[in-house]
């Protein structure tokens, strides 16, 4: 708090009078407070009335307003989706200030190196990037997989990661990557096992496995089935040479639809045989390792339930090109007839069991982040929208207002060791803040509820963003298709 000599703070430049800032340690609300922001940093936080800002200061009344720090979508591909501009535009919008980039080209690492990666408009910081994910296609071998960990490191990527390798080459990434000091995160096999994944040093793992990888840990009949995941061939062919990133982001728009029935029987024995000790046993491994999890309800919801009409009708679609649109509407139409009623079942079965795994997750303290996998192909996960659609998906796996703020919040700044400059609101953190109509901790409905949004110190007033949606929704009408179109994968 600042003492009365500071009533009176000379050309600073944004001031809110009146607001209630929530503590994200443990959802206490400071009410009736100022907070003055100068060169993108909160300054000075006080009593209301104890600070004015003067001379070219702006002056916002926001009594009433709820104050938290700025949403962080920590597994987003809004750099390499088929619109940037409009994927950032939308986070911002929607209260995201910062944002991990999952996906990269030797190209997006050049520019960013060059300073031209972000495009010259309001949008949300990027946090760390990625270089070319790792798969079967760049990292065939443990000596391909070496070579590519460190010419990534050379090209500047902030983390490797893993979607889709062989065993040996899983270890030898996580080998390399430790003698080059650098995070390696992504999905797991499930010819990985997690608790291996984690003593291996395993950052973070995504979409909760994805489908059963950290499932079978949790089967009484693990052995038996880790078992015949060993003896089936993989899934496609090793693929010569570089595979653009375009091809990748058609690749997994809709992985479900390809489930076919012995995957599909091994998902039913997964869920009769689940067991909660088993669950707990490889939770308390996670939370020995430092493994975070970064579950992605949402991109799991949509993959699972891939022509679900919630999505098919979802007004945001205006925000969406055509070409994605239509891609994502094709596979939505394919969705019933590729599929047979009894997969769809164990699919359906599959996300309620990886939902109620997040609320034992957490309990156990196993360290989670909020993400949406928006921006790419994932299909109807559309930037900014489909965080708020992952903070229902997390109330509903059962965790608290303030557990579900923190995922979006403080826990992202401990995972990036930025708590000195993000994760609360407090003086001498960055100026990125969200302010809300109503208490986040009464009910995490409320996050939803954007007065405005504090981006480096600027002010966005709801108005003010809703003109930031139109204005994408108009200029989205406009684009051109895409000189290849988008078609769903073939088979």
Known sequence: MTSTADRTVPDETLVLNGVT???TRNGALARNLTILMNRGKIAKIGRSGSITGTGAAKNVDARGKFVVPGYLDLHAHPLNSSDPEGSLTLMLANGITGFRQMSGTPETLAARR???????IPAPELLEMAGPILTRANAGSPAAAVAEVRDQK?????????IDVSPDVFFAVAAETKRQGMPFLGHLNPDVAPADAARAGMRSIEHLGPKDSILLSCSTEEAALRQ???????????????VPESVIRRAIANPAMFTDSTESSRYQRVIDTFSDAKLRALAAQFVAAGTWQVPTLIRIRTQMRGDDHIYRNDPNLRYVPAAMRQLWEELAQQFPTKLSPAVRDSLDRLFELQLKLVKPLKDAGVNIMAGSDSGGSAGWTIPGFSLHQEFDLLAEAGLSPLEILQLTTRNGAEFLGRESSMGSVAVGKDANLVLLDADPIASARNLHGIAAVVRGGAYYSADALNAMKQRTAERVATLPPPATPLR???C
């Open 488 to 490: 769903p994968p073939c």
């Open 21 to 23: 800032i929530v503590d």
């Open 154 to 162: 050379a090209q500047g990527a902030d983390f490797i990661k893993v």
């Open 228 to 242: 015949l995941v060993a003896q089936r061939p993989p899934q496609a062919p090793p693929i010569a040479g570089p």
């Open 114 to 120: 060059a300073g031209k990666l972000m495009p010259s």
